[in-house]
């Protein structure tokens, strides 16, 4: 079983929807839960970052921490042509750890936004 | 924020040949930076962890011998793909860790294409 599972899509969607992207993780020593966006042949970049559980809105963005339940989510409102990307979600235990800094990626989901 | 930059972003070369690719923190001055390969349509898998002044710390199943990373200064690492092959075909990206206390938040390069002929 992968530490974190994300599923790959691809996930095509109308401009103007919602899209719901998730991940679920089997370590419950993570903490820091992140969400990048990687567009085709670039480096990811950093979306949301979210430390434990809760939400935290940045825009368009939405992202959504249930620690009990091992699960992350990242809503995109009003979703535009622009969003098509792959989205990877990261995570990692606490700063200081003997995993310090090391990130843990999802698969990534191929987001796709069609006018 | 944090700028990371690449160099090559694109390189082609020859099987058993050597090639070295740069990344730079223009931002912060990163003492920690890691080192990713990604394969098509798959996601980032950690290689290395860069530590300025002292040797990197590999992941399991990585060849030291064969991914020679060095950090030498806070804002540059450099990773040498020695004796490349085919297999070694990769997009390669660097990350360097936020300064910000008390987070993991990486933030990453543009990334290397390198082509193996």
């Known amino acids: 079983q992968k530490e974190v599972e994300q599923d790959p899509g691809p996930l095509s969607v109308p401009e103007g929807a919602i899209v719901s992207l998730n991940c679920t993780y089997s370590n419950s020593a993570f903490q820091y839960f992140m969400w990048y966006r990687q567009y085709s042949r670039k480096g990811p970049e950093l979306l949301m970052y979210t430390y434990s559980s809760g939400n935290k809105e940045d825009g368009r963005f939405t992202a959504q921490v249930d620690k009990s339940s091992k699960y992350i989510s990242l809503f995109i409102r009003d979703s535009q042509p622009s969003d098509s990307a792959t989205y990877l979600c990261a995570m990692s235990e606490n700063a200081g750890g003997t995993s310090y800094g090391k990130l843990t990626f999802g698969q990534g989901t191929i987001l796709t936004v069609h006018p | ?117």
Not at chain 2, 35 to 49: E, G, I, N, V
Not at chain 2, 77 to 100: G, M, Q
């Open chain 2, 1 to 117: 924020g944090a700028v990371v930059s690449q160099h090559p972003s694109w390189v082609i070369c020859k099987s058993g040949t050597s090639v070295k690719i740069e990344c730079r923190s223009l931002d912060f001055q990163a003492t920690t930076m890691f080192w990713y390969r990604q394969f098509p349509k798959q996601s980032l898998m950690l290689m290395a962890t860069s530590n300025e002044g002292s040797k990197a710390t590999y992941e399991q199943g990585v060849e030291k011998d064969k991914f020679l990373i060095n950090h030498a200064s806070l804002t540059l690492s450099t990773l040498t793909v020695t004796s490349a092959h085919p297999e070694d075909s990769s997009f390669y990206i660097c990350s360097e860790k936020s300064a910000l206390s008390g987070t993991d938040t990486q933030y990453f390069g543009p990334g290397t294409r390198l082509t193996v002929l």
